[in-house]
């Protein structure tokens, strides 16, 4: 299995690093522009190859045409989220990078599955797609899996169990707009609310508004604290690439394009997708209240409208 990385800023290294930790893969090729920068990277990491006991994956480093042969892009480039900003504000500049890079990727690979990891990370897989000519099952955005993830870690933090025993999903847009599935929620198969009340033996509520805040709210902390974020979503993404080098049938909150699923189409946004060896095998429709109908497709208006201004 090859996977080329797209990108090598601070998300693009940290996935590198993240997938020489996977076996399944054996080959892994950084690529982009800065060929003297990638080049030095590289060497970086064959001098510590070097003193592994355990076996690694070939590594490379180049421009585009280290793509060729790759089963897996993981597309990371783009300009970065700076403090205060949302990630719709970098739409513009990095559609338009988007589609000069994947003029040039398409000259060598036009059949591996991607993974987008850059932001708006719903509005780049829309445009990927679109100026990749690939089919949407191979065009899968990491979506609102990092949402999902620190919705789980501050739940189990409240409730004091293990993230294990915590089963949520976040969809919708990342970003200000992600809708938590909050009647979805479920630990040790129970409501938050009704294991609280038996835990406590006396009737208890957890805070929505309170943890939707928080999950929102923490990339932009990690960015005005330390300039970046990276680890989370490079774990993300190599959850997805473990999926399909596994082929799980995992199912977990990304971001495809829709043909009518959830009564969006022509657009990605975070649905349940069951993930395989050819990228997506179906998107799963859960059943929703009629607020959290709502606020999916106010999230779904947001992006529209974005993708509009851009040309989608």
């Not at 932009?220 to 959850?239: D, E, N, P, Q, W």
């Not at 649905?271 to 959290?292: A, D, F, H, W, Y």
Request: charge should be negative; hydrophobic fraction near 40%.
């Amino acid at each position: 299995m090859k996977v080329a990385v797209i990108g090598n800023g601070n998300v693009g290294m940290a996935v590198f690093k993240e997938l020489q930790n996977m076996r399944e893969v054996h080959e892994i090729a950084l690529v982009g522009r800065n060929k003297e920068k990638i080049e030095a990277e590289i060497t970086d990491y064959l001098d510590a190859k070097i003193l592994r006991t355990c076996p690694t994956a070939k590594l490379c480093g180049g421009g585009y045409e280290l793509t060729e042969g790759a089963d897996i892009l993981i597309y990371t480039a783009g300009a970065a989220q700076k403090p205060g900003q949302s990630r719709l504000e970098l739409v513009g500049q990095n559609v338009e990078m988007t589609k000069n890079i994947f003029e040039e990727v398409n000259k060598y690979n036009r059949d591996a599955i991607i993974i987008v990891l850059s932001n708006p990370v719903d509005i780049i897989t829309t445009a990927i797609q679109k100026f990749a000519g690939r089919p949407a099952n191979k065009v899968i955005g990491t979506g609102t899996l990092l949402d999902t993830a620190r919705l789980r870690r501050y739940v189990s933090s409240v409730l004091d169990v293990s993230s294990s025993s915590v089963d949520v999903m976040v969809l919708g847009e990342h970003g200000d707009s992600s809708c938590i599935i909050w009647s979805a929620l479920r630990v040790l198969g129970m409501s938050p609310d009704e294991y609280l009340s038996l835990e406590l033996e006396d009737e208890a509520m957890i805070k929505h508004n309170k943890l939707s805040a928080m999950v929102r709210q923490t990339a932009g902390k990690l960015i005005s604290a330390k300039g970046f974020t990276a680890y989370g979503v490079a774990a993300a993404a190599c959850r997805v690439v473990s999926a399909i080098v596994n082929d799980t049938h995992e199912i977990l909150p990304l971001t495809v394009v829709l043909n009518g699923e959830y009564d969006v189409s022509n657009l990605a946004i975070s649905v349940p997708c069951m993930i395989g060896r050819n990228g997506l095998i179906t998107t799963k429709q859960m059943k929703l209240t009629e607020s959290e109908k709502d606020d999916f497709m106010k999230s779904a208006s947001i992006l529209q409208e974005t993708a509009k201004q851009v040309g989608l």
